[in-house]
């Protein structure tokens, strides 16, 4: 990831094992809305790595509270995310590389007993590709709505060269269906936004390259 030198690295899902906590305490600040991250915003970040210490320092604190208040989010969802979408949730993807992303929507006839032309249903895929350290991550997403994506802001001061994962969100859609959006802030600016029903992460480990061998000479 090229970034500017004072740049502070930040992890990508800042909460690993769920806190004790107040249930029913709900984020003060964060705004509900699946246009946008609602706890690590762009805005913020920018700010988190600003050369000015002051602000940095300010987004800093800032950045803290945007965690609790995640841990507290993901708390207050509790058995309503799936194991499939714990373990994303888990994750820590930070400055995985996304190596590539494919999306396929196709369409799929039904079991109907005694129809004659049963009715089509089309399906959706998403899968994202990423390189970290020794693996190759694949992120299988069953989709309810296409994929959006959301150019990098106007004043974005870090290279487009590359394409890593900064940080990503998990949240349910306001009107507590079982459907999911899963937020993600890339180095290049970008804000990706998958809206899925389950998922599924595949792991593959990069095998090291031997040296070729020499032939034998007599």
């Known amino acids: 990831m090229q970034v500017q030198d004072h740049t502070q690295y930040l992890i990508s899902n800042p909460i690993r094992d769920h806190p004790t906590g107040i249930l029913s305490m709900k984020p003060g ?3 509900r ?6 706890f690590f915003t762009p805005d913020l970040y920018l700010q988190f790595n600003s050369s000015d210490e002051e602000e940095a ?6 950045w803290e509270n945007a965690i609790a208040e995640y ?6 969802l509790g058995d309503r995310l799936p194991s499939s979408v714990q373990k994303l949730s ?3 993807l930070h400055d995985a590389e996304l190596i590539g992303r494919h999306e396929e929507t196709s ?5 109907v007993p005694d129809a004659a032309w049963p009715p089509f249903i089309w399906s959706s895929v998403c899968i994202l590709s990423l390189r970290q350290e020794r693996e190759i991550l694949s ?6 709505d296409r994929v959006r994506e959301e150019p990098a802001l106007a004043d974005w001061p870090f290279s487009p060269k590359g394409k890593h994962w900064l940080y990503d969100e998990i949240d349910l859609v306001e009107d507590g269906r079982p459907l999911f959006w899963h937020r993600i802030l890339f180095s290049d600016g970008t804000l990706l936004r998958v809206p899925f029903v389950s998922a599924i992460v595949y792991r593959v480990p990069l095998l090291e390259q031997r040296p070729a061998l020499k032939a034998k000479t007599r």
């Open 107 to 111: 369409p799929s006839i039904p079991i």
């Open 71 to 76: 841990h507290r989010h993901l708390i207050e």
């Open 90 to 92: 888990e994750l820590n």
């Open 139 to 144: 992120l299988i997403y069953i989709l309810w």
């Open 29 to 31: 600040t964060a705004k």
């Open 33 to 38: 809305s699946s246009q946008g991250m609602r």
């Open 57 to 62: 320092d300010e987004a800093s604190e800032t």
